[in-house]
T-cell receptor
Framework: QKEVEQDPGPLSVPEGAIVSLNCTYSNSAFQYFMWYRQYSRKGPELLMYTYSSGNKEDGRFTAQVDKSSKYISLFIRDSQPSDSATYLCAMSGGNYGQNFVFGPGTRLSVLP | DTEVTQTPKHLVMGMTNKKSLKCEQHMGHRAMYWYKQKAKKPPELMFVYSYEKLSINESVPSRFSPECPNSSLLNLHLHALQPEDSALYLC?????????????FGPGTRLTVL
């Protein structure tokens, strides 16, 4: 079983839709949870950062963490064609070393 | 300033060449990272420097040699690479290595090995 799992997509939605992106993980030591957006041929861009369980909202983006279920989500409201990218979840907080792990990424296409 | 810069943006090299990739940040971060990313895959960690000391080497072949001359700079020296080493090489930095390690990425260097 991979440490972090994420539906690879591609996920296609119409403009204005609410998008739900999800990751599951197996390591209960993870404490910090991030979502990155990566456009084609560019480096990842940090979107959201949350610590432990709970919700965090920033504009059209909401991140949710449920540590009891080992499940994190990113919601995008009023999706725009410019949101078309690969979304990578990431998490850290393991017991030692570089405990930062990326999920495999979900490709999102928002159609005008 | 929340920017990580990388040079060059693109690099084409032969298998016998020696080249270097450079990364710079001025956010006062004390941890810096090199990742390799192949098309349609997530970044894979290569090296981590913490307080200018090599902290993690993820079993990377010796043809890749990292260097951290000071807290703002990170280099990756390349020698005798193989065509399968062609990829996007990403540099990142974070406040520290560990629990608060939200990483900020540079735009990457796209490397092609002929």
């Amino acid at each position: 079983q991979k440490e972090v799992e994420q539906d690879p997509g591609p996920l296609s939605v119409p403009e204005g839709a609410i998008v739900s992106l999800n990751c599951t993980y197996s390591n209960s030591a993870f404490q910090y949870f991030m979502w990155y957006r990566q456009y084609s041929r560019k480096g990842p861009e940090l979107l959201m950062y949350t610590y432990s369980s709970g919700n965090k909202e920033d504009g059209r983006f909401t991140a949710q963490v449920d540590k009891s279920s080992k499940y994190i989500s990113l919601f995008i409201r009023d999706s725009q064609p410019s949101d078309s990218a690969t979304y990578l979840c990431a998490m850290s907080g393991g017991n030692y070393g570089q405990n930062f792990v990326f999920g495999p990424g979900t490709r999102l296409s928002v159609l005008p | 300033d929340t920017e990580v810069t990388q040079t060059p943006k693109h690099l084409v090299m032969g298998m016998t060449n020696k080249k270097s990739l450079k990364c710079e940040q001025h956010m006062g971060h004390r941890a810096m990272y090199w990742y390799k990313q192949k098309a349609k895959k997530p970044p894979e960690l290569m090296f981590v420097y913490s307080y200018e000391k090599l902290s993690i080497n993820e079993s990377v072949p010796s043809r890749f040699s990292p260097e951290c001359p000071n807290s703002s700079l990170l280099n990756l020296h390349l020698h005798a690479l193989q065509p399968e080493d062609s990829a996007l090489y990403l540099c990142a930095s974070s406040q520290s290595q560990g629990l608060s390690d939200t990483q900020y990425f540079g735009p990457g260097t796209r490397l092609t090995v002929l």
